[in-house]
């Protein structure tokens, strides 16, 4: 693994919020004071922090996602024996996972509390909405991987800051994509087709608000259904609200929120699977759902295996992927398995997703089979959902739709029988009325996942959500009997780094917050240990 630094052009006033810290692992602490940031700026520039505010979602995507998450929702998987026990053998390192809970405070917050101090609350609420939407997508993400996070009083304190319980936190988003919502629509009405407000500032939309409104109602709905087994009435209350809201959800291919590279700034899946010469590589289990369905988007998200050995055993052209938590001598013996497409999918220059219409159109399929308002027919948003998918990756789907015999190939490694697996799925593709509810969330969580590639932070969250895809456990567990094989990893413990500098906090966290022990094994509040559906 190379050391991570981002070589990028920063906008001025993002610049001012993280003035005083490197591009490097070394951060400053995330409790800094909003009000003793330089506030020489005013709302004429403030629109030059919005691009980095965008990119910095996914700020140090190695080690934040890609050697956590991205593993653990079978997507992808490193070839590279970094440590004898690191994540991907549930061996957590805290030194990278550090990275996931800190740096959102840094390169989000910090940014975004500058925004509000410059009056751009009142001054410039379209702005402040969208502000708001990068903020809350951005937490999520924290709040989803540790669960009990500081939230609403991070920044007012140099010495301590408390942690909010994960259903406040989930209240807090709501509230703010209210705002968010209003302000968006209250600009929509009065500035009808304008983009001028952001314009080229906005890597993701390029200043179209109707876009951006999009986005809040579609995250809304991603969080409504993110809770429904922990808070089922606010779970359908917010779901409902977000499908029927002014504006609409994200619904075609031109609605994906993506932002461009720019200021020098790469592709990170580019850079951990090219530029660093294969510490990426497709995980076994995307591919043995991808095989078994014959599905013509693999080769977009991936490139075939050119090891010798994988060549001779199952032929050229091959996706074989690597299964998580193997025992890997050295990086040579697995890094020629089948990879990302770093050739015309993941390039230098490709911009990179935050959410999709094809995701919007699966939590409908959801919400329609709990029958809940305004979701519609469960079969044609489920359709929808594929179809969407593969507009999106330019793709035809044929006959995909009406497939209802592939299912998900067995996992056989050619190097090391040890490794192998029976397929532990028999979902297939094409959608059935009279199947069992339960049934019909695997078969809808399971395409929603394939369309949500490579966003491993999302397909870890419904994983642990729903049970499905089914997935395979490590083979290698040095947990130290902290995290279940069979029930896998659920959160990332809170890094050492709290217990330094924010002590009784993090421990008070622990000890009435959080629903078990400081470790990988313990549930986060909207993790629910019961009935699937």
């Not at 809201?245 to 932002?259: E, N, R, V, Y």
């Not at 709990?370 to 594929?386: F, S």
Request: proline fraction near 5%.
């Amino acid at each position: 693994m190379k050391k991570y630094i981002s070589i990028r052009t920063i906008g001025l006033f993002a610049a001012a919020a993280i003035a005083g810290s490197s591009c490097t692992k070394n951060f400053e602490s995330y409790n800094t004071n909003p009000t003793s940031l330089t506030n020489s700026q005013s709302l004429a520039i403030i629109n030059s922090a919005y691009g980095p505010l965008e990119q910095e979602i996914y700020h140090n995507y190695q080690v934040a996602q890609n050697l956590s998450a991205d593993g653990f929702a079978g997507y992808l998987m490193s070839p590279t024996p970094f440590k004898a026990s690191y994540d991907l053998n549930y061996g957590l390192v805290d030194g990278w996972d550090r990275n996931g809970f800190v740096d959102q405070y840094n390169y989000i917050m910090a940014p975004v509390s500058k925004i509000a101090a410059a009056g751009a609350r009142s001054g410039r609420p379209e702005l402040w909405a969208v502000a708001l939407a990068i903020q809350v997508d951005a937490m999520n993400r924290v709040t989803d991987r540790f669960g009990p996070i500081p939230y609403s009083k991070a920044g007012t304190s140099l010495t301590a800051v408390p942690y909010d319980a994960q259903k406040d936190v989930y209240n807090m988003f709501f509230a703010q994509l209210d705002t968010a919502a209003s302000n968006l629509n209250t600009y929509i009405a009065a500035h009808p087709n304008d983009t001028t407000s952001l314009g080229a500032n906005d890597l993701v939309y390029q200043g179209h608000m109707d876009k951006w409104l999009k986005f809040v109602n579609s995250l809304r709905l991603r969080l409504a259904m993110r809770i429904v087994k922990a808070d089922a009435t606010t779970a359908q209350a917010q779901a409902e609200k977000a499908m029927t809201a002014a504006g609409g959800l994200m619904s075609t291919p031109a609605d994906d929120a993506k932002f461009q590279q720019s200021g020098g700034r790469n592709n990170d899946i580019w850079i951990v699977a090219f530029q660093y010469q294969g510490d990426c590589r497709l995980n076994a289990a995307i591919a043995t759902y991808m095989n078994g369905y014959n599905d013509p988007r693999l080769p977009k998200y991936a490139s075939p295996a050119t090891d010798p050995t994988v060549v001779a055993a199952v032929g050229s052209g091959k996706y074989v992927g690597i299964r998580i938590g193997i025992s890997i001598a050295a990086k040579a013996d697995y890094v020629n398995y089948a990879g990302p497409n770093t050739d015309q999918t993941f390039t230098q220059t490709a911009p990179q997703t935050l959410m999709t219409a094809a995701e919007s159109w699966f939590l409908k399929a959801e919400a329609a089979v709990r029958g809940w308002n305004g979701a519609g027919d469960a079969k044609t948003d489920y359709e929808t959902g594929i179809n969407t998918s593969f507009q999106q990756w330019g793709v035809s789907a044929g006959g995909y739709l009406s497939d209802a015999t592939s299912t998900e190939t067995a996992y056989v490694d050619p190097k090391n029988a040890a490794n192998n697996s029976p397929a532990l799925s028999t979902i297939t593709i094409q959608w059935d009325p009279a199947a069992a509810n339960e049934t019909k969330l695997e078969r809808i969580i399971t395409q929603k996942w394939i369309a949500m590639f490579p966003d491993g932070q999302e397909g870890w969250a419904d994983y642990r959500r729903t049970g499905y895809p089914r997935l395979f456990p490590v083979v290698n567990n040095t947990s130290g009997g902290t995290i279940s094989t069979t029930t896998q990893i659920r959160r990332l413990a809170f890094p050492q780094s709290e217990y330094t500098s924010n002590g009784a906090a993090v421990q008070n966290a622990v000890s009435g917050l959080l629903n078990g022990p400081d470790n990988g094994g313990t549930r986060l509040w909207w993790d629910v240990n019961k009935g699937n559906f």
